[in-house]
C-alpha cells in the first residue's frame, strides 16, 4: 500500500509548476506543525516529535533548495528564516516548549502567504505564458 502511495506522490508532482511544488511543502510543514502541537497538548511527546522531524525535513527541503546566486538577498534572507524556523523545533524538542509552535507556524503562514501572491501576480502578468514560463521566473529561490 505504502508503494501506491508514493507512487501516486511521485505522479501529484509530475508537471506541476515549482511554485505549486513550494507551496505543497509549506503546506506538509504547516500540517506537522500543527500535528505536533495537538500531540504536545495531549503529551504525547513521542507521536509529536516524530511530526516536528516530519516539518524539519520540509523546512530543511525549502533550505537546501534555495538558489542563492539567482535568489541574491531574497535567497538568503529565506535561508535566514528556515534556520531560524529548525532552530526553533530543537527547542521544542529539547524544552517541550509548546509556545513555539505559534511562533513558528506563524513564520511559515506568512511564507506560504507571500508565495500564493507571488503565484497570483505572475498569474496576473503573464497568463498567455502558462506554467514553464512561471517555472522559470521562480528557479531563483525555489
Known sequence: MSN????????????KPQIDLILQVYDGVIAELISARALYEQQQYTKGYDHL???ERFV?????????????????????LYAW?????HEVQATKERARFDECLKIMENLRAGWVAIKAGLAQSAPST?????????QVVG
Open 4 to 15: 501506491q502511495a508514493g507512487a501516486y506522490k511521485t505522479v501529484d508532482t509530475l508537471g
Open 53 to 55: 522531524e516530519r516539518a
Open 60 to 80: 530543511t527541503h525549502l533550505y537546501t533548495t534555495l538558489d542563492s546566486d539567482a535568489g541574491g538577498e531574497i535567497a538568503q534572507n529565506l535561508g535566514k
Open 85 to 89: 524556523v529548525i532552530g526553533k523545533l
Open 130 to 138: 502558462g506554467a514553464a514560463a512561471t517555472t522559470g521566473q521562480l
